[in-house]
């Protein structure tokens, strides 16, 4: 179902706590299991830009960029590695429609404004979405200390490295959709949030402690389309 798209990710920070396993795994699909790093669960903030979003096999066009920001965490599907989505803010009615209905994703429609160049990025969303919760978050962010490959860290590969999504269709089947890019070349980062619902919005208590933040300038990604979970070697 759906369309196999192609576009760039740019200027990402990812924002990483450390979270009971339990409080997540309430939250999921049943077929999912919590991924652990250390005994620990983690729920992610990660906001960023799409740029020459497109079907895969049409050449890349300068376009409007397409800020995101979205709530995830790290899980298993019959021990598949993924990313399971609690929320997913984005700028642009028809491409937050579009996801929700192709890819079966929690998309809400937000006002997201991305200014900087990347030394400096200021990001900030408002959730507008009708119906639902309001959510707010505001950051400046940037790199600070030397670039490595995802690879030279296991929590920064475990975080980032990920090539798959799971969510739920209308009919409560567990579906996903595969993704595939370059391995992520990162940067400790750097980061002054003045605003962040975002949990509260989602249904979490804030984490207790300071993040673990990643800065990239980004990837170009192509994804699959979306497929019904059936069990077993897909």
């Not at 920070?13 to 620990?40: H, K, Q």
């Not at 890819?103 to 990347?118: F, K, V």
């Given at each position: 179902m759906g369309i196999q798209l192609?576009?760039?990710?740019?200027?990402?920070?990812?924002?990483?706590?450390?979270?009971?396993?339990?409080?997540?795994?309430?939250?999921?699909?049943?077929?999912?299991?919590?991924?652990?790093?250390?005994?620990?669960?983690?729920?992610?903030?990660v906001p960023y830009t799409n740029v020459a979003v497109r079907p895969q096999g049409l050449p890349a066009t300068v376009g409007q960029p397409l800020p995101e920001l979205n709530l995830r965490t790290y899980v298993t599907c019959d021990g598949e590695p993924g990313?399971?989505?609690?929320?997913?803010?984005?700028?642009?009615?028809?491409?937050?429609?579009g996801a929700r209905v192709t890819?079966?994703?929690?998309?809400?429609?937000?006002?997201?404004?991305?200014?900087?160049?990347?030394e400096r990025i200021r990001f900030d969303s408002q959730r507008r979405h009708p119906g639902a919760r309001p959510a707010h978050y505001t950051a400046t962010y940037g790199?600070?200390?030397?670039?490595?490959?995802?690879?030279?860290?296991?929590l920064a590969g475990f975080l980032t490295e990920r090539y798959r999504f799971y969510t739920e269709g209308s009919d409560g089947a567990l579906r996903y959709t595969d993704v595939d890019h370059e391995p992520w070349r990162l940067y400790p980062a750097e980061a002054e949030t003045e605003t962040n619902t975002l949990f509260r919005a989602d249904g979490f208590e804030h984490p207790d402690g300071e993040p673990v933040r990643?800065?990239?300038?980004?990837?170009?990604?192509?994804?699959?389309?979306?497929?019904?979970w059936t069990g077993g070697t897909q």
């Open positions: 192609a576009m760039g990710w740019r200027h990402l920070l990812f924002e990483n706590w450390r979270v009971d396993p339990d409080v997540i795994a309430e939250r999921l699909p049943e077929a999912l299991t919590v991924d652990t790093y250390d005994g620990s669960g983690w729920l992610s903030v990313i399971y989505f609690f929320s997913l803010d984005a700028q642009g009615v028809a491409g937050v429609l890819q079966h994703l929690p998309y809400y429609y937000a006002r997201i404004s991305l200014d900087g160049d990347g790199p600070s200390g030397e670039s490595f490959a995802s690879s030279d860290d296991p990643y800065y990239s300038p980004g990837v170009d990604v192509t994804t699959g389309t979306s497929s019904r």
